[in-house]
């Protein structure tokens, strides 16, 4: 009798064998990311996770290929039956904590790519409507990350913000954590251009009159 076959446990066990060098596996799991006849359910889910919780952070192949995955045609097509509520969150909170916290510019402008695609793809978007709170956190904590002007100025410039700003609960979670994080960000680079564009999420949140705005956010 043939023993079942389990891919999802079988791919697994591959990547996680720690004897094999770092980069054979990151080949293996682009190849599975991007096959199109692999018998795995969630597979784009089980890859992501196992890239973010079994990698080392600051290892700038790991966030290219991270990088990578979010812009491909399979990464934007996913649905919900590809990946569920659960898996988003636990993907949003790998990337948001400590342990992903990169140290130099390569790995920062990666970072700064992989939110991107992640806050920009529809799936998630469909998460973050009913978790407003998230949604603000994440973008907070990753702003707090930020050490890069350029950097923070294309994460703040692609930030979408008109499918969500409506929902129950979002300027609420917005006042507790985001505007708070823009406002560190502006007090720290001291950017007029930065100001600028801080200025206008907060307007498009909670219009306000341009005094009142410079005396909020300065």
Request: aromatic share 8%.
């Amino acid at each position: 009798m043939n023993n079942s076959m389990n891919p999802k446990k079988d791919l697994l066990t591959l990547l996680q064998e720690e004897d094999e060098p770092l980069q054979k596996r990151l080949k293996i799991a682009n190849i599975a990311f991007k096959s199109c006849d692999l018998p795995l359910q969630h597979k784009e889910a089980t890859l992501i996770s196992w890239l973010a919780k079994n990698t080392s952070e600051n290892n700038a192949d790991v966030w290219k290929c991270f990088s990578d995955w979010v812009t491909t045609i399979h990464f934007k097509n996913l649905t919900r039956n590809d990946i569920d509520n659960k898996e988003m969150s636990s993907i949003v909170e790998i990337i948001a904590g400590e342990r992903m916290n990169p140290t130099d510019d390569t790995t920062e402008t990666l970072m700064v790519n992989v939110t991107l695609g992640i806050i920009n793809n529809v799936s998630f978007q469909c998460y973050f409507k009913f978790n407003c709170n998230v949604y603000c956190n994440f973008l907070t904590l990753v702003m707090s990350k930020i050490r890069s002007l350029t950097n923070l100025k294309v994460f703040l410039k692609k930030i979408p913000l008109k499918y969500i700003s409506s929902e129950d609960g979002f300027v609420a979670a917005f006042l507790k954590d985001t505007i708070h994080g823009l406002i560190n960000c502006v007090k720290t680079f001291k950017d007029e251009d930065l100001f600028a564009l801080a200025s206008i999420i907060i307007q498009k949140v909670i219009p306000m009159s341009g005094s009142t705005l410079k005396m909020v956010v300065q």
